[in-house]
């Protein structure tokens, strides 16, 4: 009797990492469900992704929107670390681009006008005399077709917006591609492409509010923060570049050491005082231009959670939450006060089509454009 009983027990233990691989291989990596309805009758839904880790991002296709990544602090304790909201109508009525896919052109346009072979495109201005991140209805506005392109246990999901010929001002149909795929990694990797039909211009980016100790918890002021590049595209009072790129050295802009966010946030700086805080566009250091290269890593203290950045991109906007101001009530009801989360949008040079010095944005029907942008999430 002892015996088979010890026998079964052993049968037990020899068996169960079989059960629970098995498990995990037909567990669904993706999961979809209706999120709700755009203000035009159609219907969003929610995408989780989760990987074997148990790290879970959620995305909508209303907007390509991150909702939410969950992540382990060192001691493995999930928390949620994007500011947001609970509901689509919260993202419909969003004016700060929480998650977001933004485009057709990311960060600022001067004048809400550039120039093309010599015709010149007005654009929709929604930022003072300014385009910003698209214009009134840019990318993180449009409901995109969704498709499942996970691969080898890895979720991940394809979305896919036609954005027509004129759409805010820009010239060209622009079909825009975004795959999000979580890898077991504990990575977020984003590929953006697209092909026009007509010369434009393109910068697509994601507009993640970060807070490492967890949305809602506080300002991100103790994030230490290093970031890869040795100049910044300076602005004038309306965020928009000189055309300069001014060294970093000696000044608050200068993240090559690991330095808090908050350590010189407030210092007598006229940057600083123009973003109302960081909302600034770094040029990374880069040995081979469009190379996959560590733009940026922060790390909390308290929770130990890491943060890097990798992309192909030429630039990252360091933006730390300046223009919120505790009006917005995100998810649980939280008011989000200034400075609660910083965003790393991994770009090129805001206003390049009115800069010939700046990396180019321009498309044409010949070729495709396609970058990379993975944010990958450890604990130290
Ligand atoms: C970007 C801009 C900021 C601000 C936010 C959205 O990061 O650079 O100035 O507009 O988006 O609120």
């Known amino acids: 009797m002892k015996f088979s009983i010890r026998c079964l027990a052993l049968l037990t233990l020899l068996w169960l990492p079989t059960v629970q691989r098995s498990l995990a291989e037909t567990a669904k990596p993706m999961e979809k469900k209706a999120f709700g309805t ?14 074997k880790n148990g790290m879970e991002v959620s995305i909508t296709n209303y907007g390509g929107i991150v909702t939410s990544i969950k992540v382990p602090d060192r001691s493995g304790k999930m928390a949620d670390v994007l500011l947001g909201h609970d509901t689509l109508e919260g993202y419909i009525a969003d004016k700060v681009y929480f998650g977001a896919t933004v485009g057709r052109y990311c960060n600022r346009i001067g004048h809400a006008e550039f120039s093309i072979d010599g015709t010149k495109y007005t654009l ?9 991140h698209g214009g009134i209805k ?14 080898g246990g890895e979720p991940a999901l394809e979305l896919t917006y036609v954005s027509k010929d004129g759409e805010e001002g820009f010239p060209g149909n622009l079909t825009a591609t975004v795959v999000y795929m979580l890898t077991s990694r504990n990575e977020l990797k984003i590929d953006y492409s697209a092909t026009t039909d007509k010369k434009t ?35 004038d009072s309306g965020l928009i570049p000189t055309g300069e790129l001014k060294s970093v050295q000696g000044t608050p802009f200068d993240f090559r050491k690991p330095t808090a966010i908050g350590e010189r946030i ?6 600083l005082k123009l973003g109302k805080g960081y909302d600034h566009n770094f040029v990374l250091i880069k040995n081979r231009p469009n190379g996959l290269t560590l ?13 890097e950045v990798w992309t192909t991109e ?12 505790g009006s917005i009530h995100g998810k649980g009801g939280i008011a989000y006060s200034q400075r609660t989360a910083f965003c790393l949008e991994t770009q090129h040079f805001p206003d390049s089509p009115n800069h010939p010095n700046f990396p180019s944005t321009l498309l044409t029907p010949r070729q495709r454009y396609h970058t990379t942008t993975i944010y990958k999430f450890s604990t130290k």
């Open 266 to 271: 407030n210092a007598d700086d006229e940057q």
């Open 201 to 235: 211009v393109v910068n697509l980016t994601n507009h993640s509010y970060f807070n490492l100790a967890g949305q809602g918890t506080g300002d991100i002021l103790k994030t230490v923060l290093r970031i890869e590049a040795d100049k910044i595209t300076p602005v």
């Open 138 to 151: 840019g990318f993180n506005k449009a409901l995109w077709e969704a498709k499942d392109v996970s691969k």
């Open 314 to 325: 030429p630039g990252i906007q360091l933006y730390t939450g300046n223009f919120l101001d």
């Open 295 to 307: 733009a940026a890593r922060a790390e909390e203290p308290a929770s130990g959670r890491v943060l």
């Open 124 to 132: 929709a201005k929604n930022n003072g005399d300014n385009t910003l």
């Open 38 to 51: 755009t203000p035009d009758g159609k219907t969003a839904d929610l995408y989780i992704l989760k990987n």
